[in-house]
């Protein structure tokens, strides 16, 4: 039987996932990276992307992480983001209404408009939909 380690997802709100992982793949902020069972310890900063948990039982499952920090230390890994979802829990349209929403945003530039915002809320909305579709 493969190694495994604890792996916690949480954001703010909740938390999101807790459980025994072989292994992980993250989306670093700098590109992605794996953790196995008895990683070095490691601090991350987290991008937009798909967090890839491959379970104790050899299932793959996905988290969609919208910036944060991973923690690995002690054969835990934490996943601290600001927002995460599990591929299950995303609802397609509303993220197809959002993706919509920051798109028309950026087209139209209307003043007082946030850019910035407006594309963390496209890549969200994008992201979202990835996962969803994996």
């Known amino acids: 039987m493969a190694a495994t380690f604890l792996l916690k997802v949480a954001t703010p709100e909740r938390l999101v996932f807790s459980g025994r992982a072989r292994s992980i793949i993250a989306p670093g902020s700098e590109g992605y990276l794996g953790v196995l069972a008895h990683h070095a310890p490691l601090v991350a900063t987290l991008g937009v992307g798909d967090l890839t948990v491959f379970g104790e039982d050899g ?20 996943v601290l983001a600001d927002t995460a979802e599990l591929a299950s829990e995303i609802d397609e349209q509303r993220a197809q209404r959002a993706l919509e929403r920051a798109r028309k945003r950026l087209q139209e530039r209307a003043p007082g408009t946030d850019l910035e915002r407006a594309q963390l809320a496209l890549g969200r909305a994008l992201n979202r939909l990835r996962v969803k579709h994996r």
């Open 59 to 78: 299932r793959e499952n996905h988290i969609a992480v919208h910036r944060g920090v991973l923690e690995v230390s002690g054969n835990v890994a934490t």
